[in-house]
């Protein structure tokens, strides 16, 4: 069964990306935590991460820490945080996000019905801080197009 997230990958749905490499992407979260809360997912479906092989769960935890800066260097936040929950979207997923306390990583206040343009505005804000930290991966990837 194709998930959401390989629908999203493929074009089929619209992702608002922010990194791309061949074995992984990286989304904005469409219920954000916090502005630049950030999907980390490899192209190919995987449900759990412990079913990941050790490359490809390390390639993912790169991604996520390139993540990490940026959105630390973005949002001027002392931390990035990072969470495998793996209960949403049987597709193995980091959620990466910029935080200042435990608080932030509290899914039950993820905004649900997040306004578009402040989705494209914290898209395009973290693409210009992973571009300005040196990650030629970044940018606007649209699939299909």
């Not at 997923?93 to 993820?110: C, R, T």
């Not at 210009?128 to 940018?139: I, K, R, S």
Request: charged share 25%.
């Amino acid at each position: 069964m194709t998930t959401l997230f390989s629908r999203i990958i493929a074009g089929e749905l619209p992702g608002r990306f922010v990194w791309q490499d061949p074995e992984i992407v990286a989304f904005l979260s469409i219920a954000p935590l916090r502005p630049g809360h950030t999907l980390v997912v490899p192209r190919r479906e995987i449900d759990r991460w412990t079913d990941a092989d050790g490359a490809l769960l390390a390639r993912c935890f790169e991604v996520a820490q390139a993540i990490g800066q940026g959105v630390q260097r973005a949002w001027n936040a002392p931390r990035a945080g990072l969470v495998i929950a793996g209960f949403e979207v049987p597709h193995l997923h980091i959620h990466v996000a910029p935080v200042w306390d435990m608080s932030d990583f509290d899914f039950s206040k993820a905004k649900q019905e997040e306004d578009q343009s402040a989705l494209d505005e914290a898209a395009a804000k973290l693409r210009a801080a992973l571009l300005e930290l040196g990650f030629e991966q970044a940018g606007d990837f649209r699939p299909g197009a």
